[in-house]
């Protein structure tokens, strides 16, 4: 990476050799008629993240970042100008019958001892970083009852279990008038089952039904489970209730003190780095996402690999493009085929709705400098660091297994949190460009900004400042260290994020491919 640094001079950042266009860094952009320290002069005004050819483009010549092609220009671009989407045509998506399939598989690094945290060990081998009683739902009818009763939960009986972190209703809006036979409903179903087996619920299984819904409890549950104790009555359906509210949220909050207590018996031990099991996201993204943020938790997500550890990746829209990147990556040919039938699943899913893949950039990614599709995808791959893929998982399948993961989900927020949690992710990182307060309840979220100003502007909501790459004022090495030990610090309870403080957290939000009736 070629860093220009003086604090006030006109600064811009190159990432590969082979680039034709460097992104400006200054906080307030630069104006046309400035000079670069290499003498590349700007015939626009060119705004922060946004970014300036520093070469003459001819028209049809490829614009290239990240060292690939991220668009052709429609018209020839002379040096130094703002290079914008309405200048580019965008490649199409690599097809995906002639991908690399494991031809460039990187080695694996050196082993790191010694590193450890401090977690809930459960019955199934899993640990959890936090000690969190989940309640299940088979069906949306419950949530207005379960919420009520939550909250008298929080107030009258949590205080008393101290060393239980939260209680939360895994609410969502499937479980009726829903095709539960189509072909496709195997992933909202699957999702709620894996979803009450998330390492921070602590195995303990309780499941509140209407009654009358098509999704069952028994469905979301099953005996001979390791990672769920139904040796306690685990379910109770609201139509059961013959004295009314009341009632159900007695019935709700005996329930859960059966369980509190024996939640609040448990203790933190040392267990080894390898445990973790991260889930890494991000959005609202700009362009500095794919130069600070993703390439300091690909840093970081190298050196948990090293400790043994699992790391998820995900966003099937943000990876489709630059597939190929992936695919020769992958640890064996099955592992490259598994990511080419995602991709190819999701292309099919996209086309049904007639949409495709250049329905994912938002305005705000484009106002932030991101051109197109290609280009956000290159920067968002970089998130899974220089490891081999060992992995894939389709949406609301659980991980059995350590290493590099691919889990594929859409590359909605909210979706895709909820996907890794099913996935049983117990540590989720999220970077931000433009910068949104998501959060999860059942995780806690490390929230990593793309650029300082965002962490100036929300210094209570963002966690790492990783804006410090763009200014010289720290290393991808410093950031992914520092962001390695903070996600220990945060797995042992030693440190909270901030969307923990707050309890700030969005909805459960499943993916149903399938039909509503
Ligand atoms: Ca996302």
């Not at 082979?18 to 400035?34: I, S």
């Not at 992936?326 to 040919?333: D, G, P, Q, V, Y």
């Not at 989900?409 to 895709?416: H, L």
Request: hydrophobic residues 35%; charged residues 25%; negative net charge.
């Amino acid at each position: 990476m070629n860093l220009i640094q003086h604090a006030d001079s006109p600064r811009y950042i190159r990432l590969h050799e082979r680039d034709n266009v460097v992104v400006v860094v200054n906080d307030q952009g630069v104006p046309a008629g400035t000079e670069f320290d290499n003498g590349l002069v700007t015939i626009d005004n060119v705004p922060q993240s946004h970014k300036v050819n520093t070469v003459d483009i001819p028209e049809g010549g490829a614009v290239i970042r990240y060292g690939q092609t991220i668009g052709y220009a429609l018209q020839p671009i002379p040096r130094g100008s703002w290079v914008k989407e309405d200048q580019l045509r965008m490649p199409s998506a690599p097809p995906l019958d002639s991908l690399p399939l494991s031809t460039d598989v990187p080695g694996r690094g050196e082993p790191l001892e010694g590193f450890t945290f401090e977690g809930y060990r459960n019955a199934d081998g899993t640990v959890g970083t936090r000690n969190i009683l989940g309640i299940t739902t088979t069906v949306q009818c419950v949530t207005g009852v379960l919420d009520f009763a939550v909250k008298r939960i929080r107030e009258e009986l949590l205080p008393k279990y101290p060393s239980v972190d939260d209680v939360v209703a895994i609410t969502h809006t499937y479980g009726c008038g829903v095709a539960i036979t189509a072909k496709d409903a195997y992933i909202p179903i699957r999702t709620v089952r894996n979803l009450a087996r998330n390492p921070n619920l602590g195995g303990e299984a309780l499941v509140i039904g209407l009654g009358c819904e098509k999704l069952q409890a028994e469905q979301v549950m099953h005996q001979n489970d390791p990672s769920v104790d139904l040796s306690d009555e685990w379910m109770y359906r609201l139509q059961d209730s013959k004295h009314g509210f009341n009632e159900m949220i007695e019935q709700i909050m005996e329930l859960a003190e059966v369980r509190l207590k024996k939640l609040d018996q448990r203790r933190r031990e040392t267990v080894p780095a390898s445990e973790l099991i991260l889930g890494m996201q991000c959005g609202g993204s700009d362009a500095f996402s794919g130069i600070t943020a993703n390439p300091a938790l690909g840093y970081a997500s190298d050196l948990l690999l090293r400790a043994g550890a699992t790391v998820m990746f995900s966003e099937v829209t943000e990876v489709r493009d630059a597939i190929y990147l992936l695919t020769s990556r992958a640890e064996t040919t099955e592992v490259a085929e598994e990511l080419v039938r995602e991709m190819d699943w999701y292309d099919r899913y996209l086309a049904k709705g007639e949409a495709d893949r250049s329905a994912n950039t938002t305005p705000g990614n484009k106002k932030g400098g991101l051109s197109n599709i290609v280009e956000k995808s290159l920067g968002s791959i970089v998130k899974s660091g220089n490891s081999a893929i060992n992995g894939v998982l389709g949406p609301g399948e659980r991980v059995n297994r350590k290493g590099l993961i691919f889990c594929a989900t859409p590359a909605s927020d909210f979706v895709c949190g909820t996907l890794q949690l099913a996935a049983g992710m117990n540590l989720h990182v999220f970077t931000t460009g433009r910068g949104t307060p998501y959060g999860l309840a059942m995780s806690p979220v490390v929230k990593v900004s793309t650029r300082t100003e965002l962490a100036h502007r929300w210094p209570d909501l963002i966690d790492i400042d990783a804006g410090r790459i763009a200014t010289g004022r720290a290393s991808i090495e410093d950031l992914g260290w520092e962001l390695f030990h903070f996600y220990l610090d945060v797995a042992s309870g030693k440190k909270k994020t901030w969307t923990e403080h707050y309890r700030l957290h969005n909805d459960i939000t499943l993916f149903n491919p399938a039909p509503i009736t």
